[in-house]
């Protein structure tokens, strides 16, 4: 699946190990870089097969995945072909949520 983010800032941070540990620590930086490919190499059918993650979808059509230690949120759409994407909306960790 393609990742795309709503902002600008998010996609920097989230495109940043160093920006990661300095907004959650080294720690929970690594765990979101990790997190973060992990739904990439996945689609979404196959996103409720990732270890640990409980995925959730809300009338609006934002879909949440939560991991216990990291919670994406964000909307997937297809082409309508075989290309999937989803714009990440938001990223939290231990209730520190960045837009």
Known sequence: MDVYF???????LCSSQRRLA????ADAGRTVGRR??????ADSESL??????KVSRNRRGETTIDFGDVVI??????????VERIV???VEVEGSVQR
Do not use: F, M, N, Q
């Open 6 to 12: 709503h902002r600008t800032a998010l996609a920097a």
């Open 22 to 25: 300095d907004c959650w620590g």
């Open 73 to 82: 949120k964000g909307a997937i759409s297809s082409d309508g072909r075989y």
């Open 48 to 53: 409720v097969r990732l270890p640990r993650a």
């Open 36 to 41: 973060l490919l992990e739904v990439g190499a």
């Open 88 to 90: 990440i909306s938001s």
